[in-house]
């Protein structure tokens, strides 16, 4: 893969770019509501994006925004009660977007914003990329290992289908996956169980577009105890150490 240092800082300087034209760039008040058209916006130009074009370099694919805030959370939001669960304030996660599209090496520490704000921002930036981190095209086959009576045929399935994603979405789901394992075990603070967790990142992670409610009614829990079995059982799935940030 090629260098691409810099990709990443371009990448939300486009997705951006309505953002950036504002005159301000203060912290927005709590109650302010006026940054919801620029989100509409945003949400339009991140989708033109794949996962593969923001990664850091070769040999760090973890784009840096996803970086910086599993760092933040994992610092200052493991205890953060309902983290993933309660939404953060919209204006405030869109004041955190566009302080990185300005500069991203910004300390999120500085912004003072609430760990729930974060956990939103970065939940957002997998919503809103081109493709899923779990491509569509993987959900029948995560279905039918799902749908395994023997639990060990079952996880050996998943894991042979995580080794057929492309590189990048493996190692970015790893490091998520460990992520929200993490959080899972925090849990008597947080009140965010493997469970809980699962229910709120498996639409974020696989995102199904399946038009029939009925289609959809039927994939959706497949794709829910597929997330729940990753963050159970993070260590066999991800045996290797979880890259350092």
Not at 182 to 199: A, K
Not at 231 to 245: A, E, K, M, N
Request: hydrophobic fraction near 35%; glycine fraction near 4%.
């Amino acid at each position: 893969m090629k260098d691409v240092k810099n990709i990443d800082g371009g990448y939300w300087r486009r997705w951006m770019k309505s953002a950036s034209d504002s005159p301000s760039s203060t912290k927005p008040n709590k109650k302010d509501r006026s940054s919801s058209s620029t989100a509409d916006k945003t949400k339009k130009d991140v989708k033109q994006h794949r996962l593969s074009t923001l990664c850091q370099s070769s040999d760090k694919p973890l784009p840096l925004f996803v970086e910086k805030c599993i760092s933040y959370i994992e610092e200052h939001g493991m205890s953060f009660e309902g983290i993933y669960r309660v939404p953060g304030n919209r204006a405030h996660v869109n004041y955190l977007i566009k302080r990185f599209h300005e500069d991203p090496s910004i300390d999120f520490v500085s912004m003072d914003l609430p760990a729930n704000v974060i956990a939103t921002a970065l939940k957002s930036f997998f919503q809103n990329l081109l493709e899923p981190l779990v491509p569509e095209q993987f959900h029948p086959l995560i279905s039918e290992a799902i749908g395994k009576e023997d639990r060990m045929d079952q996880m050996n399935e998943i894991r042979h289908i995580i080794g057929k994603l492309p590189p990048i979405n493996q190692h970015v789901l790893k490091r998520i996956i460990s992520h929200i394992h993490r959080i899972s075990e925090n849990q008597q603070e947080n009140n965010m169980d493997p469970r809980n967790l699962s229910i709120c990142w498996w639409p974020t992670l696989t995102r199904p577009t399946i038009g029939s409610l009925d289609l959809l009614q039927a994939i959706s829990k497949p794709l829910e105890l597929f997330v729940l079995t990753l963050i159970q059982h993070s260590h066999f799935f991800f045996p290797s150490p979880s890259p350092s940030l």
